[in-house]
């Protein structure tokens, strides 16, 4: 009874995916360790050169619209909600009357929640000039 465990049929299987685990994250921290160590760290300079006749090169901030991930993250929601009713159109003559009142009532859902992001202007395009 105490070698139960490791007769399993899936127990190789199961330290395989340990094991690679733990190789995957050894190697990440060990490629990160390296590259921190080797990264030349006095490129900024260059980067702020002019090149050739440019104009003169200016530091601007990163500035991305919290816009455009409020945007991205409603496709995906929606994207995800749609996907679920593929399951329902291939079993819709066995779910009957009943599975399509379920799946009117989704749409009917995913509707609002279209509505309400389209009133909080969700889905409006802002500049971020």
């Keep these: 009874m105490t070698h139960m ?3 399993h049929p899936y127990f190789g299987a199961f330290m395989l995916l340990l094991i690679t685990f733990g190789a995957f994250g050894l190697t990440l921290f060990a490629a990160r360790f390296v590259s921190r160590k080797l990264a030349r760290l006095d490129t900024e300079k260059l980067k702020l ?4 006749c440019g104009p003169e090169v200016t530091k601007q901030p990163n500035t991305i619209s919290a816009q455009f991930y409020l945007f991205a993250l409603l496709f995906i929601l929606f994207d995800v909600e749609i996907i679920f009713m593929f399951p329902w159109a291939i079993d819709f003559k066995v779910l009957g009357w009943f599975g399509f009142a379920e799946m009117i009532l989704f749409i009917l859902l995913l509707a609002i929640g279209f509505i309400y992001a389209w009133k909080k202007g969700a889905l409006e395009w802002h500049s971020i000039k």
């Excluded at 050169?49 to 050739?52: A, F, N, P």
């Design 49 to 52: 050169t002019i090149y050739e």
């Design 5 to 7: 465990a490791v007769e």
